[in-house]
């Protein structure tokens, strides 16, 4: 039921580029989203990235376990989503970026990341 398989994420540079070029955004402290429509060609209804800025996080170990939290929490949460989009029939490439110099516990992440995907929703 929760999953998060490899066609899910946003792996391709021109999607990635056109994103944050033309993407609007929410911010949620400490995340701010980046999201665009996108044209549905493999039946995926959200493809989605997650940064932590090396710039903000110096170690590669605390951002790794960052990404890892995150998306954990995006994955138990990103179900109400997709039932939106698959109800209007839309792709939608989103961008999750920290913005936190430290780590936050677990639960904090999890709570954030779903008032995150709400307003995205009623943003939508």
Not at 3 to 22: D, G, M, T
């Amino acid at each position: 039921m929760f999953k998060f398989p490899k066609k899910q994420k946003l792996c391709s540079e021109k999607a990635i580029e056109r994103l944050f070029l033309n993407g609007k955004f929410i911010s949620e402290k400490p995340f701010r989203a980046i999201w665009c429509f996108e044209e549905n060609n493999d039946h995926v209804f959200v493809k989605s990235l997650v940064v932590v800025s090396k710039k903000r996080v110096k170690l590669a170990v605390k951002r790794n376990s960052i990404k890892r939290k995150i998306k954990e929490a995006y994955r138990i949460h990103k179900k109400q989503l997709e039932f939106f989009l698959e109800s209007n029939n839309k792709q939608l490439n989103l961008a999750i970026i920290y913005q936190e110099e430290e780590s936050l516990d677990y639960i904090i992440l999890e709570q954030k990341i779903n008032l995150l995907l709400i307003r995205l929703i009623n943003e939508l």
